[in-house]
């Protein structure tokens, strides 16, 4: 008997399988996670290798292709790529899928092993794994905020000679559009109908942008479900710096070394332990970091007997803005990014 006559002869139990079948399938489609790319298992290695100070030709020169060669000869690997920066670099090994990663970071560390030596200031390679998933899920951006429909019929009623020239932004079906067309009107307009500039969004602090994303946006979308991390980029972060003059520095026989090892050594709060007295208990502590320029400027560099060399006879202390490291811009404006990053194996549209 073969298999079509089986079926004909119990059509109850034909039904009763394709109900079940039915049933079950309608069950995993709302189910199974959804997401825009598979899970697929992208075997990736980094190596990142600091060296403070050195151009990114010095780096390439000394540590780079030294590393590129032991490196280039691993089993399973695809590809390899390097970038130079100046005081690190980094190397990528991507391997073929289905590799063992754990196995695939114990050949390359050994590989690394072989290297025959470092610059002195340079610090040990760091091996890190990733894949796909490293990436993030989801990008915003913080930027002015754009004029709104009304605001713009307001302008075009006080100037009806622009009414048409604006009327598409005016009607953008999202704040995304209406960005993109009122930049375009600004850029291509603005020089003949000088009235057009008060519809341009007001400019924005990106230091104090920036530090409001970190303390209040990344902790916010760092706590929804399935969310693994999230990271600001763009902007501007403040730092205290110190210029040192050369000259003066040479006069006094006194080495950048011993400016550095003397900022660093005072730049700390330090503890002095406690004070009991009757129930009472007293935590002393001596303020030493930096909060100023001109706390820099009076730091003790040398005392020799009667001569006393201070920071500020030998170097300039202000309040500067960290090297840009990332710049984040939208539609041709300076703005704040933020990277958001799953955990894995989450469900990408529910997160």
Not at 308 to 325: E, F, I, L, M, S
């Amino acid at each position: 008997m073969t298999l079509f006559e089986i079926l004909i002869r119990n059509p109850v139990k034909v039904y009763v399988g394709a109900i079940l079948a039915a049933l079950f399938g309608g069950l995993s489609v709302g189910l199974i996670p959804k997401q825009l790319v598979p899970d697929v298992e992208n075997p990736v290695l980094s190596i990142e290798t600091s060296w403070p100070g050195a151009s990114p030709q010095e780096i390439e020169r000394e540590i780079v292709i030294e590393q590129e060669e032991q490196l280039q000869g691993i089993e399973g690997l695809v590809k390899l790529s390097s970038s130079c920066r100046v005081s690190s670099a980094e190397i990528t090994l991507e391997f073929e899928i289905g590799t063992d990663i754990s196995d695939a970071m114990s050949r390359v560390n050994a590989r690394l092993q072989q290297v025959r030596e470092y610059p002195l200031d340079a610090s040990e390679p760091i091996i890190e794994a990733s894949n796909f998933n490293d990436r993030p899920i989801a990008r915003f951006a913080l930027t002015p905020r754009p004029p709104t429909a009304d605001e713009i019929a307001a302008f075009q009623s006080a100037h009806p000679k622009l009414a048409e020239l604006v009327e598409p932004v005016r009607v953008a079906a999202n704040s995304a559009l209406r960005v993109f067309r009122l930049q375009t009107v600004l850029e291509d307009q603005a020089e003949h109908h000088p009235e057009l500039e008060t519809l341009r969004p007001l400019p924005i602090d990106l230091e104090r942008l920036r530090k409001f994303s970190e303390n209040f946006v990344e902790p916010r979308l760092e706590r929804v479900p399935g969310v693994a991390d999230a990271d600001t980029r763009g902007g501007r972060q403040q730092e205290l710096q110190v210029i040192v003059d050369p000259a003066k520095l040479a006069s006094r026989q006194i080495t950048i070394a011993q400016v550095r090892d003397a900022l660093n050594r005072q730049n700390s709060d330090t503890t002095a332990g406690n004070v009991y007295q009757g129930k009472r208990s007293w935590v002393i502590r001596t303020l030493g970091q930096f909060r100023d320029p001109e706390h820099v400027k009076q730091q003790l560099l040398v005392s020799d007997g009667n001569t006393r060399v201070y920071v500020g006879d030998v170097a300039d202390g202000h309040r500067g803005y960290k090297q840009t490291d990332s710049i984040a811009r939208r539609y041709g404006t300076e703005s704040i990014g933020i990277g958001v990053y799953r955990v894995t194996g989450s469900n990408v549209l529910q997160v």
